[in-house]
């Protein structure tokens, strides 16, 4: 058994500038589906185990992050693997990668982590008009194969914030028209592939969540607003809605495909600010609802500069190398264990052929 602890505070960064003017904002403790501040605390089990293979076996595991919105207390992990190790990939993301010996028949890996998640909500009235961003947060105005950077999309961003005049008006206009706009296809495989080029140039605006979000960062980035996909998973009840997260009466839950896609983007005087354009897709479609419905409305309105913290995030990666470098690569995004058998990419979006399974417990 191995056993790793990782705790780790982060600085969230702020620039002194002019308070932005006439934007509503939400009361911070107000919102109709009675979520409110605190923590939740969950047990989340991973089971993998590969097929039989006269080649070599591998596996990259995406790790729980820690940030001001979530901790990993812990994480412990065994199995009849030769090698198992906790690397650094790029975008600061963690990965238990682990291999096995060519003649091991049936490769396995158990893995636990123990995870806090922190309810919070953004005061926006703090946001200021500062753009002269570090190194570091510039990362997230880059262009990536998915996420492109062009003249073409500026003028189209150009378009829709129009009348926004600060980041904040800018963002906000960016995420209305995303939730109007775009719709949740049930028939995308997974949480889709967030093309977002594409999405845009053949104006394909259904998909899942990875679909959506990645056109919402897309446009933030266009717009010279930082901003980044969240590649999580969801760990236990929502108050919002069934479709949002499930578990039974002690708090169980069999999330094996529950991975979800979310967003943040970067305002000066807030930090990274969270932002969960496809839910409200999800929850649109799933309760047949229109844009015009209350409900609809009320889950728009929190989803900007919120999350109902019943999900655990695991990275912001995008269009990158894993390490050790694998037969396949870069990697679109890492919201799934990707795994190998020789060369032979397993399918992480079928997990019974893959054969992993995610189960999470809340703790009271």
Known sequence: MNRRTFLKNTTILAATSTVIPNLVFANENK?????????????????????????????????PL???????????????????EIVENEYNTKVL?????????EPKIDVKFEVITKQS????????????????????????AHIPVNDKLKDFTAQITKDAKTPLEKAQAIYDWTVTTMYRD?????????????????????????????????????????????FGIRAGKS??????????????????????CRAEFYVSGLGWVPA???????????EKLTNES??????????????????????YARDFVLNPKPAQYPLNMLGYPYAELGEDVQNYYDPKSFAYTYTSQERV
């Open 294 to 315: 209350e409900k609809t409305i009320q889950t728009k309105n929190f989803m900007f500069g919120n999350w109902e913290m019943n999900w655990v995030a695991f990275n």
């Open 31 to 63: 919102n109709p589906f009675g979520i409110k501040e605190g923590i939740r605390k969950f047990t989340i089990n991973n089971n993998f185990k590969l097929e039989s293979s006269n080649e070599k076996a591998q596996i990259w595991i995406p790790v």
């Open 97 to 105: 990668y682990a291999t096995w010996k060519v003649e091991e028949k």
């Open 186 to 230: 049930n028939s995308v495989i997974g949480c889709g592939v967030g093309d977002a080029g594409k999405a845009l140039d053949e104006k394909i605006y259904g998909g899942k969540c990875t679909d959506i979000s990645s056109v919402f960062v897309a446009l933030l980035r266009n717009a010279n607003i930082p901003s980044r996909e969240v």
């Open 276 to 286: 969960d354009p496809a839910d409200v897709t999800k929850v649109r479609l799933g």
């Open 239 to 260: 108050k919002i809605s069934k479709v949002c997260g499930k578990a039974d009466e002690k708090g169980f839950a069999n999330i094996t495909g529950g991975q979800h």
């Open 121 to 144: 909500f953004t005061d926006l009235s703090k946001a200021k008009n500062d753009e002269n961003y570090s190194d570091e947060i510039k990362v997230y105005l880059k262009p990536t």
């Open 66 to 84: 820690s940030s001001k919105y979530q901790e990993l207390v812990d994480i412990s992990y065994s199995g009849n693997y030769e090698k198992a």
